[in-house]
T-cell receptor
Framework: AQTVTQSQPEMSVQEAETVTLSCTYDTSESDYYLFWYKQPPSRQMILVIRQEAYKQQNATENRFSVNFQKAAKSFSLKISDSQLGDAAMYFCAYRSAGYGNKLVFGAGTILRVKS | GAGVSQTPSNKVTEKGKYVELRCDPISGHTALYWYRQSLGQGPEFLIYFQGTGAADDSGLPNDRFFAVRPEGSVSTLKIQRTERGDSAVYLC?????????????FGPGTRLTVL
């Protein structure tokens, strides 16, 4: 079974600075997707960014980018120019290739943004 | 509707009671997922529907948990003889089909408290 580990229970960043959230995963599969989801206090999970394992190029979405190291099974999220609205719980998630497969989540990292 | 909706937002019940949690997916989405999020944890998969049928129910913890989706849209998660350990946020997600390339869109969840 696949597992996802987020070793940072909580992180803080100053507004406008950059922060990196860590994620590692364990799998024997070669084809899969990785995701970062944001969960604000409203509880609604919002997709931030995703990475296909077969792509070597790291995904980027505006201020959000990932560092995907397939051999090391590492998938970190970098948030640039942090904003107060970025404060939330962030979850790393894994999904096997194939139809209908579930997301496997890590335990999450709380991100606090200081003004 | 514009997004996934879940009712009720909060549910308080007594140990041993029966509860039903409802999920309205995004219109046209054939895939529907239920997850359970315990305090301080990431969501854990419960069940996946493709249309009206449960394609993967491997995450249901025991036979007290059951889910239906009779017309391929709205889904109901049913919990019999509730226990205090069932207290959690129950999240529903839907996607256009079940393909790995489809984004899973989450609802705001139902917070279940068993006294």
């Amino acid at each position: 079974a696949q597992t996802v580990t987020q070793s940072q229970p909580e992180m803080s960043v100053q507004e406008a600075e950059t922060v990196t959230l860590s994620c590692t995963y364990d799998t024997s599969e070669s084809d899969y997707y990785l995701f970062w989801y944001k969960q604000p206090p409203s509880r609604q999970m919002i997709l931030v960014i995703r990475q296909e394992a077969y792509k070597q190029q790291n995904a980027t979405e505006n201020r959000f980018s990932v560092n995907f190291q397939k051999a090391a099974k590492s998938f970190s999220l970098k948030i640039s120019d942090s904003q107060l609205g970025d404060a939330a719980m962030y979850f790393c998630a894994y999904r096997s290739a194939g139809y209908g497969n579930k997301l496997v989540f890590g335990a999450g990292t709380i991100l606090r943004v200081k003004s | 509707g514009a997004g996934v909706s879940q009712t009720p937002s909060n549910k308080v019940t007594e140990k041993g009671k029966y509860v039903e949690l409802r999920c309205d997916p995004i219109s046209g989405h054939t895939a529907l997922y239920w997850y359970r999020q315990s305090l301080g944890q990431g969501p854990e998969f419960l069940i996946y529907f493709q249309g009206t049928g449960a394609a993967d129910d491997s995450g249901l913890p025991n036979d007290r948990f059951f889910a239906v989706r009779p017309e391929g849209s709205v889904s109901t998660l049913k919990i019999q003889r509730t226990e205090r350990g069932d207290s959690a946020v129950y999240l529903c997600a839907s996607s256009f089909s079940g393909q790995i390339t489809d984004t899973q869109y989450f609802g705001p969840g139902t917070r279940l408290t068993v006294l």
